[in-house]
């Protein structure tokens, strides 16, 4: 196949760029429509509406919602069941993705004023978070890890993984990552009626306070129709790869990194940004050589012919220019100093720096999180972690003599904005004298 070509200095181009990078629409609005229905019926009936669209989606022939539970010892005897190299795997990688969370716990924070008030801030972890784990066209271990990890890391007491179970299959390794993780009750339900349950709660399950993960295009339209019922992490949309590069790493490599995550469904988007015309056609026959060796060849081909671009830049400025306009989730770059070019970037979900980082090793167990800003997103917000699941409440304690002087404050703010109650709670206390106020420690 051959993949679209376009050239940065020609006149057309940035129409051509811009819809090459547009979504579909009107595809959103009937997927909103029909998720929003989705979301409403299980919010209203609960369980019966959440058992009768798992068995209906899922080909599943269960009685209750009970039956959707994974029970703790079959997710302790598929870890132990695992092969000594899986095992391992699962358990490097774990360990490298709890390390690299662990340096993003927050903690609490207070100072003292010349006058005696104190301000502060205390962090708490969520009490309650859902998880959604995709579970369609594959299964994601690596996503429970990635969910799962950062909310143990941030002490959040119940966790709860919702994942698709297509068929009634339940995935071994799913199931073991969940037991690696310390996932409190794991569902096996999934798209828009599993979002809806963990933010609605049904007889069977409670509903949680934040739901995060990646899904398909139904769940991210029932994470945006819950919001505000319960918190979302992101609307994740389909996987993205950028990669820039100078021509001189091994095309086969480059050729792969694309497929990597056009592998993923017919709307992923995979583009190659270089300066070097020879390096595109180096590139396209790679990817004819290789795209027949791959199991899943017709995505692969379906999702490079709808979104995927060999691009041709002036420089590596302008490719660096134009990537900043894509705001990818996964950025490649593949250069000579490729800290120079990754100092130029703003919006990228994850860079990957060098000709030997490859977007996969970011995927299962560099240590970052895979959970990622999409569709442009990267512009105002960030990869999945601990902060996502600790919240931050502000402390004051304002002392007798701060009350005068900040009193005065307020009450000329307030008045400015005619609250005359808050400007009468501040000058309240400012009618008597400032003495000291005992603190618990001198009792």
Not at 129 to 144: E, T
Request: net charge negative.
């Amino acid at each position: 196949m051959n993949v679209r070509r376009l050239d940065a200095g020609d006149a057309g181009f940035d129409a051509l760029f811009a819809k090459l990078v547009a979504t579909d629409t009107a595809s959103d609005r009937e997927v909103e429509r029909v998720a929003g229905q989705i979301v409403d019926d299980v919010k209203r009936r609960g369980d019966a509406a959440l058992l009768e669209y798992t068995n209906r989606f899922d080909r599943i022939v269960a009685a209750s919602v009970a039956e959707l539970e994974v029970p703790a010892s079959e997710t302790r005897s598929a870890l132990d069941s695992l092969d000594g190299e899986q095992r391992s795997a699962l358990e490097t990688a774990a360990q490298r993705i709890r390390r690299f969370h662990d340096r993003q716990l927050a903690t609490s924070w207070s100072y003292t004023e010349d006058d005696g008030t104190e301000l502060g801030q205390r962090v708490d972890a969520l009490q309650s978070v859902g998880l959604y784990v995709p579970g369609g066209l594959a299964a994601y271990p690596s996503s429970v890890l990635m969910n799962a990890l950062p909310a143990q890391v941030a002490g959040v007491e119940n966790i709860v993984v919702v994942v698709p179970a297509p068929g009634g299959v339940r995935n071994a390794l799913v199931l073991a990552a969940a037991s690696l993780a310390g996932v409190t009750r794991i569902f096996t339900i999934g798209g828009a009626q599993a979002v809806a349950a963990l933010a609605y709660g049904t007889q069977t399950i409670a509903a949680v306070d934040k739901i995060v993960g990646p899904g398909n295009a139904y769940v991210a339209a029932a994470k945006r129709r819950v919001f505000g019922t319960v918190g979302i992490d992101l609307i994740a949309g389909p996987s993205e790869i950028v990669v820039i590069c100078d021509g001189k790493t091994d095309p086969d490599w480059i050729a792969m990194d694309l497929f990597s995550q056009a592998e993923h469904d017919e709307s992923a988007q995979a583009i190659l940004l270089t300066d070097d015309s020879s390096f595109i056609e180096r590139v396209q026959a790679s990817i004819d050589r290789l795209l027949p060796t791959m199991p899943r060849r017709a995505i692969i081909e379906r999702s490079l012919s709808n979104r995927g671009a060999l691009i041709l830049t002036r420089d590596l400025q302008q490719a660096c220019d134009i990537a900043n306009r894509i705001a990818p989730e996964h950025l490649e770059i593949s250069t000579e100093n490729p800290e120079h070019w990754a100092a130029k970037i703003r919006h990228a979900g994850a860079m990957f720096l060098g000709r030997y980082t490859s977007e996969a090793i970011g995927d299962y167990c560099a240590g970052p999180n895979h959970v990622l800003p999409t569709a442009r997103s990267a512009r105002f917000s960030s990869a999945l972690g601990v902060y996502d699941f600790q919240k931050r409440t502000s402390v004051v304690r304002v002392s007798a003599a701060g009350a005068h002087t900040l009193g005065k404050v307020a009450a000329t703010l307030a008045r400015g904005e005619r609250l005359t109650a808050h400007a009468a709670s501040a000058e309240f206390r400012m009618a008597t004298e400032p003495r000291a106020e005992p603190r618990e420690a001198d009792y």
